[in-house]
């Protein structure tokens, strides 16, 4: 999945990245100092950018510059896809750039030093790490996106979109799919038809990555104890949360909060 990792401080003026083509997604972000992608052969108009995210597909040719004497704080992942809605948002072999808020690089750093620490030192919760890492970019791209007035089919994306709301705010209820699509005024079958367009997937598996999304978040950002965090995303036994958890990530709820807890915010490094 991940195939590729970079977090620190860069002289891109001094040392540029020359163009080259991307053989995987590259999501590349500057969370300090300004850097811009250039062409092939180094050259290109582009402005200097701060607190900026690109996402480039694979078969992008391009390199990257800076400011002379200013060194930049850079994150890059390379990945060999990305969830599928976020392809689909960007009609095929689009490129994305977002503006990034300040709580947006803080929530950057802190991604990237929970993935160098399983980068430089492989552990059992890593590949869990990795695809929490994959879901924050996606999302974050995605959502920037929608705010932009990029997404398609916004009528069916309307419907879904209320199920996953009125779901992720009932998540510790456990509810089926029958008591969501009532809430929505649609039938079953329907919510089915709907998450298929939308997701390629169905509505019990969204649902499921929504409750793993939720106890990943609170496993990494609170102290809450796991059995609490089991009853919050809708699991009444902490046994059978448990298994669940470990069956989809190949690591246990305890194992991701350990791991996460020895990952500092991160400090710059220098070089590639």
């Not at 998540?171 to 005024?185: C, K, Q």
């Not at 929504?210 to 104890?225: C, I």
């Not at 194992?255 to 400090?267: C, F, K, N, Q, T």
Request: charged letters at 25%; hydrophobic letters at 40%.
């Amino acid at each position: 999945m991940l195939v590729y990792f970079s977090y620190g401080r860069r002289r891109y003026f001094e040392e540029p990245i020359r163009g080259q083509v991307r053989l995987f997604w590259e999501f590349q972000a500057v969370v300090q100092g300004a850097i811009r992608r250039t062409l092939s052969d180094g050259s290109g108009a582009a402005l200097l950018q701060e607190s900026t995210l690109w996402l480039s597909p694979p078969g992008s040719t391009h390199g990257w510059s800076g400011k002379p004497r200013q060194p930049a704080t850079i994150v890059v992942f390379h990945f060999r896809y990305i969830p599928e809605v976020l392809a689909q948002c960007l009609g095929g072999g689009r490129e994305a750039r977002i503006s990034l808020t300040g709580e947006d690089c803080r929530r950057l750093r802190r991604l990237a030093g929970q993935v160098r620490s399983y980068w430089d030192h492989p552990a059992p919760g890593m590949m869990l790490c990795y695809e929490h890492a994959l879901m924050e970019l996606s999302l974050l791209v995605y959502e920037s996106l929608g705010r932009d007035g990029h997404r398609t089919g916004q009528r069916v994306h309307a419907r879904v979109q209320g199920a996953l709301s009125w779901f992720s705010a009932r998540m510790r209820d456990n509810p089926g799919l029958d008591e969501v699509a009532r809430a929505i005024h649609v039938s079953p079958a329907h919510l089915r038809r709907l998450f298929h367009e939308s997701f390629q997937n169905s509505p019990r598996e969204i649902f499921d990555q929504l409750r793993f999304q939720r106890a990943m978040q609170l496993l990494t950002d609170t102290d809450l104890p796991v059995g609490e965090i089991a009853l919050a995303c809708g699991f009444e036994e902490l046994s059978s949360f448990s298994r669940a958890f470990k069956r989809r990530f190949g690591s246990s709820a305890r194992e991701l909060r350990s791991g996460a807890r020895m990952v500092p915010v991160g400090h710059p490094l220098e070089g590639h």
